[in-house]
């Protein structure tokens, strides 16, 4: 078996090439996918209309979702796979499987081929032995059995990600991984990058998981079609582990499909991680999307790109502080951004969400999905927060400054500047008010907004207050230089309910209000994709 000295643009280290046909995957890639599954339950005949079956395919590696036995986990019922291989060909559009399906699919994913498994893992370990080196996986789509141990100093590179494609993975597991107890040795300067990684709707299948990372990147890579996580960045034992997984990057990546309460990409127990340009698509369980869960330190992330996501796009736990969310631009999904959540149970004693940046954000609701009921932005027990140049259009609620979970710390030092905010929605779960901003006078002190356009300029002016402030007085308030626009003339720019009122060391000066259509529309232009 030889390794062919080839330059790799991905990696740092040693950069000899192994190709996983030289290490038991000796075909080249032969996978296909079909959304057409005709299985009956106690049968072993697949049929598919679309079928490309051939002699050949007798011997090769088949998966069909969710034909498998049923079982019961954490009270709900979770219908398996047929994992198994081809047997006996009929025709293009039937064959025999080893494998007698529990569950009847019609319509069913599934895909088959030559397993990639031997060839990649022994390429792995083969670089990773030399001392790093790159894993070379060639144009055309794979079909993946089990999970591939990751180790460092060694990239495992597709052409790119729409050339190279893995289909499959492992049941209750991941396609790729590193991890275990606390102690292991960190996983550094490990690469993926220019793949496709299709779980297929798998079984509680997840894509990725990193434990104990640093200086590791994901780059150019898609994560498709999972019902668990589709990326996990953490620590093994994030209570007791004080190490940190620092340093590591996802770049121009996408995730796409993802149908169940976990998360697409997870961060816990992490510094200094960049999340570059990443695009979050189709998150249609009502999970949430990016989650900042505990003790993440220093994240960066530019240019996120949420569409289509039911749950909330970036939530934020109480120990995530110095955090910078750049240009997000989100549309017909949930909630933007919202925290502070208490994911971490309080148990490493930090009260606020110190130095949060929201910067540039687009949010583009739709009165006919989930974000009229949400509040695009919510700021919970923050304390040194800028939201800046942020735009704002069809959601429940704009903005709401508050205090979460079980601390209930007041919301401190937060500045709201040239926020443009309009439409907010009669369908929203707080239907009398509504308003672009929502303060809680108990938990926010020192607030200020400064600039900027509080509007309306729907037919029925749906959104019937700028600013609402409730629960109790607010004291050291800022409120100047904003276009508070009242819809009608009974409306009022400020409305005070639930005991809410303007306290001491309070400032409105110089806001311009007025009735009806704001003569500038801010409309803010989707990104190109």
């Known amino acids: 078996m030889s390794a062919t000295a080839t330059p790799s643009t991905a990696g740092t280290v040693n950069q000899t090439v192994y190709n996983v046909r030289n290490y038991g995957t000796n075909t080249a890639p032969d996978a296909i996918k079909k959304g057409d599954a005709h299985l009956a339950a106690g049968s072993n005949v697949l049929t598919s209309a679309s079928g490309t079956f051939a002699a050949a395919d007798v011997g090769k590696s088949l998966t069909v979702i969710g034909a498998g036995p049923v079982a019961l986990v954490n009270g709900v019922n979770v219908v398996s796979d047929v994992r198994t291989v081809i047997v006996a060909w009929t025709s293009a559009t039937e064959v025999t499987l080893a494998m007698i399906a529990s569950t009847t699919v ?9 397993d990639l498994y031997d060839g990649l893992q022994a390429a792995v370990n083969a670089a990773s032995a030399a001392g790093g080196g790159t894993v070379h996986l060639e144009a055309g789509a794979w079909y993946l059995s089990k999970r591939i141990n990751i180790k460092s100093g060694v ?31 960190p996983l550094t300067e490990f690469v993926i990058a220019n793949l496709t990684l299709d779980n297929c709707w798998i079984c509680r299948g997840s894509v990725l998981r990193w434990e104990n990372a640093t200086y590791c990147r994901a780059e150019n890579v898609s994560f498709l079609n999972t019902h668990a996580w589709g990326a996990v960045l953490g620590q093994p034992d994030p209570a007791t582990n004080t190490a940190l997984s620092a340093g590591n990057a996802f770049v121009d990546c996408e995730w796409n499909g993802h149908n169940g309460t976990l998360e697409m990409l997870l961060l816990f127990n992490v510094s200094n991680t960049s999340i570059i340009r990443c695009r979050f698509i189709g998150n249609l369980g009502g999970g949430p999307v990016l989650g900042l869960w505990q003790k993440c330190y ?18 934020y736990s109480f120990t995530c502080d110095n955090t910078v969310i750049r240009d997000l631009y989100a549309e017909k999904s949930g909630a933007a951004i919202s925290g502070a959540n208490v994911s971490d149970w309080g148990q490493f004693g930090v009260d606020w969400v110190d130095n949060l940046q929201i910067l540039g954000a687009t949010c583009i609701g739709n009165q006919s999905i989930v974000s009229a009921k949400a509040t695009a932005i919510t700021l919970g027990s923050v304390k040194n927060c800028t939201v800046r140049d942020v735009f704002i259009s069809g959601y ?31 369908a929203s779960d707080d239907p009398i008010l509504h308003p672009a901003i929502a303060l809680d006078g108990r938990f926010v002190q020192f607030l200020k907004i400064l600039g900027g356009a509080l509007y309306d300029d729907q037919a029925g002016h749906t959104q019937l207050y700028p600013i609402s402030i409730g629960g109790g007085p607010i004291t050291n308030l800022t409120i100047r230089d904003v276009v508070l626009a009242a819809p009608t003339l009974a409306s009022k720019s400020i409305v005070y309910h639930d005991n809410g009122t303007i306290g001491p060391r309070c400032v409105l000066a110089d806001n311009q209000a007025f009735i009806g259509t704001h003569p500038n529309q801010y409309n803010t232009p989707a990104p190109t994709p």
């Open 106 to 114: 019609l319509g069913g994913v599934y895909f088959y081929g030559t």
């Open 298 to 315: 220093g994240t960066y992330m530019e240019r996120p790109y949420f569409y289509n996501c039911i749950g909330t796009c970036i939530y």
């Open 155 to 185: 990239n495992i590179e597709g052409v790119n990600r729409s050339r190279s494609i893995i289909y499959g993975g492992a049941s209750v597991d991941y396609m790729f991984y590193y991890g275990g107890p606390t102690g292991i040795a």
């Open 396 to 426: 429940g609620v704009g903005i709401n400054v508050t205090a979460t979970g079980a601390h209930m710390k007041l919301c401190l030092y937060v500045d709201i500047l040239n926020p443009k905010i309009r439409n907010c929605n009669a």
